[in-house]
């Protein structure tokens, strides 16, 4: 039997009564399909505070680190609003990200038939929809150095925050995007402004040359970054994957998540760069949505971010592409047959738990 690890990190409000839902699914493939899931749980965010001082203790961090992909939760609350800087509930997943160089953010942004006609959207806009965006996560402005807050001193400050990429980083995600367009609609749409920063002209450059010399059988565009945040909100079907640096794919990221509807809805993989020997990538999976501490610990959360994400995870830490295919299609179908939780739900429409909504997902 295949021996496949998984590190489990529900953490804190809603995201270990979505992780219960994921829970029954490993059940149901280990008994019934003899997927050889061991599984292993840890603690991340407030409760390892409230635990041990610490967003993720050490222990913990091994523990993931040697797993073949980690699911997490949420993290946060405002029990933890004023705890110190470093240990605060974010710090868990930022710890996570940094130290397994977790440096491709995936993040789909599918519109299921069913909830088209309730999107705040024109149906025809986005009915069908199925892009991938990729987002650069362990560089870029967010990281660059110098930054800081100077002060000038005639009661002036200046703040300064650096855009740092290199050849490589551009490769690296650039490789991420061809690789998984191939197993898509095999194009690439490249955003950034080169127009006006000097990071944008040699993304620009990298991921022109990379193509020509590794993937030219994909079909490659290029789209200033705020054209490209234009568009997507205009016409979004016409992208597959689009590749972008941390600043514009955070923003454009979340302009694509409003084209599907609620944040109950979205998951997101994050990938590192293949093992030398055994070519297998670190990967964290994660519902986009937070903690959610207004409807925690009433069954009202939508699990259906955080078991697409598990989808995610079979297909892309595992190659189990017929079941991931299966599981996503489950989802569709439930929604297909009216089956909400309350965040997708038509006003007065009756709606079902967490359980029932993963209970319908698991029989489907
Ligand atoms: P949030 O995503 O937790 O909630 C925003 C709104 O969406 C809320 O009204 C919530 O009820 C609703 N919502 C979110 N997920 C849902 C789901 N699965 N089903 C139904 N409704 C859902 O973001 P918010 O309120 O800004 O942050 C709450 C806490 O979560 C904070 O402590 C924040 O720091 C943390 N957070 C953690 C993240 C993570 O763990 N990756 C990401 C974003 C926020
Ligand atoms: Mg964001």
Redesign the pocket.
């Known amino acids: 039997m295949a021996h496949r690890t998984l590190f489990l990190l529900p953490?804190?409000?809603?995201?270990p009564e979505?992780m219960n839902e994921v829970r029954k699914l490993i059940t149901y493939m280990n008994d019934e399909l003899g997927a050889g899931f061991e599984t292993d749980e840890g603690m991340v965010?407030g409760c390892a505070y409230d635990a041990h001082g610490a967003a993720i203790s050490e222990a913990d961090m091994e523990k993931a680190t040697a797993a073949d992909a980690v699911l997490?939760?949420?993290?946060?609350?405002?029990k933890?609003?004023s705890v110190p800087y470093d240990v605060r509930?974010?710090a868990g997943?930022l710890r996570l990200r940094k130290d397994l160089e977790l440096f491709a953010n995936l993040r789909p942004a599918i519109c299921y038939p069913a909830l088209a006609k309730s999107s705040s959207l024109k149906p025809e806009v986005v009915e069908g929809l199925d892009i991938l965006i990729i987002r650069e996560l362990t560089g870029g402005v967010y990281f660059g150095e110098p930054k800081e807050i100077i002060d000038l001193g005639n009661g002036q400050k200046r703040a300064i925050d650096t855009q740092v990429y290199d050849t490589y980083e551009i490769e690296r995600i650039a490789g991420v995007a061809f690789d998984l367009a191939r197993t898509r609609n095999n194009k690439v749409c490249s955003m950034e402004k080169r127009n006006v920063m000097k990071s944008g002209v040699l993304w620009n450059d990298v991921v022109t040359a990379y193509h020509k010399a590794h993937h030219s059988d994909v079909e490659l565009t290029h789209m200033l970054a705020d054209a490209g945040g234009m568009q997507l909100v205009r016409w979004p079907k016409q992208f597959d994957v689009i590749v972008t640096d941390n600043l514009f794919g955070d923003m454009l990221s979340d302009v694509a998540a409003m084209l599907t509807g609620?944040?109950?809805m979205l998951p997101s993989a994050s990938l590192g760069a293949p093992d030398g020997k055994t070519g297998k990538r670190k990967a964290l999976y994660?519902?986009?949505?937070?903690?959610?501490?207004?409807?925690a610990g009433q069954g009202?959360?939508?699990?259906?971010?955080?078991i697409a994400s598990f989808a995610m995870c079979l297909r892309y830490s595992f190659e189990m592409i017929a079941e991931a295919d299966r599981l996503e299609k489950a989802i569709a179908n439930v929604l297909d047959k009216g089956i909400r939780?309350?965040?997708i739900a038509e006003k007065g429409a009756p709606t079902v738990s967490t359980v029932e909504m993963g209970d319908a997902i698991l029989a489907e």
């Open positions: 953490g804190d409000g809603i995201g979505a965010g997490f939760g949420a993290v946060g609350g405002p933890w609003d509930p974010e997943l609620s944040l109950g994660e519902p986009v949505h937070g903690s959610a501490p207004d409807i009202k959360a939508n699990p259906i971010a955080m939780t309350p965040d």
